[in-house]
């Protein structure tokens, strides 16, 4: 019959393979990306796509999303990922750590491989057990805008390297951080928040910075151990609401490290050290706190300076050899005077003695002066006036009367030139006439007036007191005698100190220490607020700030208002006007931020900025930011739009936390589009600010990618599956039926004649 049958089944074994091999492959390809099945209740344990429950993560490049809540149900942890350059964007949803024990390594997330961000989950703990992320020797991970609670350890890393975590926020866990053996890693913008033992944990750690983190309510803020290297930098320590005892930074056996411009509040112990070495510990702010530096007998070639302390007690005096660290005096927020337009006056300060009288006074002058210049004036002109005279030379003038005669004499105190801190002592004594001047601590002179009659005291016109000028009378200066320098820490004591007294404040340096010789002390001007509240010395008169109009010849009060906003009106933007002498005071927690408006000034709007303790001068339509890292964690943006006749002038002022650009369309200039009174409204801004942010845009594309994939793939499955059922059909109906074929239809053989 020839041999076309025999071809016609290869062709069909063909077929059959072909169609084989087709499906064969559509599985491999569906098995490979790791897709969801057709119902989407499972996924593979590797590759990209969503999770739907706890898995182990071992291949290497992929990105997950996280669709729904998840609880680990007791396992050793909830995602293992063991590969690297991993991503999981939980997408706000819960990982959820039920049944964990106290010395379980897992519960939320496992870490061993490198590369692998975890962004945006919601780790919820057991009554502080378990793990909320632990990294086991991870390296380049990345954790960011994740929230942890109630665990035993929120972030562990253990020999962690290269790492960043950042905008997490971590609470009510016994311990918010560890690390241990590990190096190289960033901490940043992140919230620590009501842990009950320590909020970080550095040990045997180095090159680690912390930078710009809130801790609020912690047993121990952050705590190091045999570590260094570290840069701990402009973080919130705060207590809130809280009870108990709670330390704020403590240093131990770490060495090395810097501690710059922290603002820590409401301690019980505000920065320790302890058996610790070589640190430079600058620009912090430690208010409010018990206890102020801690230092231990041992800690030594530490450096200490420009840091603003206001607490109970600031420095642990008794437990400390002074000589074995440095302290520079050059602490923040002296009042900075630039002899033409600025000077203090308390018009009536009744309660200072004219019978027993010591004042300290710190200085420094930045430039040279050839006249004469007024440090302090009391009780009115002629009577007594600190004052320097020339380029270097300092002096008291001291005037003693009986109320029919009266004598004179011009003291020396020292002399220096040098732009250093120094202290001023003066102490006049009724007892026997005596005067006697301090320079940084030593005894300068001694001077004894002739009268030696005991009626005689201190001339006494009237009860004004003025810093930084000369009295013309009780409430305007004699405008040529303006100081042009700086001043800090003035106190006035109805007592006469000696010479070891005034050597204990110099060695002190300019620390507002509360518990430092304050027997007789009836004033008191620290010059760090505006407004000074009652503190444990009483209630002492505070300086209004004072500008000179040369066009009036005489002094004039400024505005007292204030402007009162919160932190919330500066994040979305404010924006109103201020009047000369007008405050825009912020409200941060327990502490304020102040920017005074001045006046104008050579066309320039004059602002105090108080922290970080600055003039500035800004012309109309300018923007600019002014850096306050050195004190709080934020930066301002400040823009000037309208100056009126009167001199009010318009601002705009926005908080900012993270790195901005200034953008302006073609044409356009800087300014305020809405409109509002004096005092303000927030408002848009006159400028466009742009920051980074961390998105899962491209987690997101990646998936819309891989599931137009899958389709395909399944197109390519449901083809291969139809071709085999057709084939397989067809077979069996030949197989039923197609034997008789050949008795119906017979063979045509070409080699025989028709029957017909």
């Known amino acids: 019959m020839g041999k076309r049958p025999e071809r016609r089944e290869d062709k069909r074994l063909i077929n059959y393979i072909i169609a084989f091999f087709i499906l064969i492959m559509a599985l491999l390809a569906f098995w490979y990306f790791g897709l969801k099945d057709i119902t989407g209740k499972s996924i593979s344990e590797e590759g990209t796509g969503y999770l739907t429950s706890c898995a182990s993560l071992s291949n290497s490049g992929y990105g997950y999303i996280l669709s729904n809540d998840v609880d680990s149900g007791g396992s050793d942890g909830c995602f293992h990922i063991l590969g690297e350059n991993v991503v999981i964007d939980c997408g706000g949803r819960k990982i959820i750590m039920s049944g964990n024990g106290q010395d379980s390594a897992g519960g939320g997330i496992y870490i061993k491989g490198e590369n692998v961000s975890i962004k945006n989950c919601f780790i919820q703990g057991n009554t502080n057990t378990g793990y909320g992320v632990y990294l086991d020797g991870a390296k380049r991970a990345l954790l960011t805008n994740n929230f942890v609670n109630n665990t035993k350890v929120g972030i562990y890393g253990k020999a962690t390297n290269d790492s960043n975590f950042i905008f997490n926020h971590i609470s009510n866990s016994r311990e918010a951080v560890i690390l241990f053996d590990s190096s190289r890693a960033i901490f940043k913008d992140g919230f620590i928040l009501q842990n009950s ?25 952050i705590y190091s151990y045999s570590s260094s290297q570290l840069d701990i930098n402009s973080n919130s320590l705060s207590v809130s609401s809280c009870n108990g005892e709670f330390e704020g930074i403590i240093l131990d056996y770490t060495n090395q490290s810097r501690v710059l411009s922290n603002l820590i509040t409401g301690q019980a112990r505000a920065l320790s050290l302890r058996n610790s070495f070589n640190n430079e510990l600058a620009s912090n702010q430690l208010i409010n706190n018990s206890l102020g530096f801690i230092l231990d007998l041992v800690s030594g070639g530490n450096t200490f300076q420009s840091n603003s302390l206001h607490n109970y007690f600031d420095l642990n005096v008794s437990s400390v050899s002074l000589g074995g660290n440095n302290f520079n005096n050059n602490y923040l927020y002296s009042l900075s005077l630039q002899g033409q337009n600025k000077y203090g006056n308390n018009p009536e300060l009744s309660r200072v003695s004219e019978e027993s009288l010591s004042i300290s006074v710190w200085t420094r002058k930045e430039h040279s002066s050839t006249g004469k210049e007024a440090i302090l004036n009391l009780f009115g002109r002629g009577s007594f006036l600190i004052y320097q005279e020339g380029r270097n030379n300092y002096f008291v003038l001291i005037n003693i009367s009986n109320g029919t005669s009266n004598e004179f004499a011009h003291i020396p105190i020292g002399q220096f030139n040098d732009g250093n801190w120094h202290n001023l002592g003066v102490v006049y ?118 500008i000179y109009r040369n066009t009036l010849n005489e002094g004039e009060y400024l505005a007292l208002s204030v402007v009162d906003v919160t932190v919330d009106d500066l994040t979305e933007g404010y924006s109103g006007y201020l009047l000369e002498g007008q405050e825009l005071r912020v409200i941060y927690g327990n502490n304020n931020y102040y920017l005074l408006y001045v006046g104008m000034e050579n066309n320039q709007a004059l602002l105090f900025a108080n922290p970080p303790g600055s003039e500035i001068k800004i012309s109309l339509g300018e923007s600019r930011k002014i850096d306050l890292n050195n004190d709080y964690v934020y930066d301002l943006i400040l823009n000037f739009s309208e100056l009126r006749n009167d001199s009010t ?108």
């Open 197 to 221: 033992e320590y909020g970080m944990s550095l040990n045997n750690s180095r090159e680690l910075t912390i930078i710009n983190n809130s801790f609020d309510c912690n047993r121990r803020s």
């Open 429 to 546: 004594n009724k007892t026997n006439h005596s005067v006697q001047t301090y320079l940084d601590g030593i005894l300068n002179s001694t001077f004894f007036f002739s009268a030696g009659n005991a009626n005689y005291s201190l001339m006494k016109i009237d009860n004004s007191l003025f810093i930084g000028a000369e009295a013309k009378n009780r409430t305007y200066p004699v405008n040529n005698t303006l100081f042009g320098g700086l001043l800090d820490e003035i106190r006035i004591y109805n007592s006469s100190l000696n010479a070891s007294e005034f050597n204990k404040i110099f060695t002190a340096g300019r620390i507002a220490n509360s518990s430092f010789i304050s027997q007789g002390l009836v004033a008191w001007y620290t010059f760090d607020k505006e407004q000074r509240g009652a503190n444990n010395l009483g209630d002492f008169n505070t300086l209004s700030i004072r």
């Open 649 to 756: 002038i318009k601002i705009y002022v926005k908080l900012i936390s993270e790195p901005f650009s200034i953008q302006m369309m073609p044409g356009e200039s800087l300014y305020y589009a809405g409109d509002s009174g004096v005092g303000g409204a927030r408002g848009e801004s006159p400028v466009n600010l742009t920051s980074g942010q961390n998105s899962s845009d491209s987690i997101v594309r990646k998936n819309q990618i891989t599931e137009f994939i899958s389709i395909f793939i399944l197109i390519i499955i449901i083809l291969a599956i139809i071709i085999v059922g057709v084939l397989i059909g067809y077979e069996i109906y030949r197989s039923t039926n197609g034997s008789n074929l050949s008795k119906k239809f017979p063979s045509y053989d070409s080699h025989q004649k028709d029957s017909f």
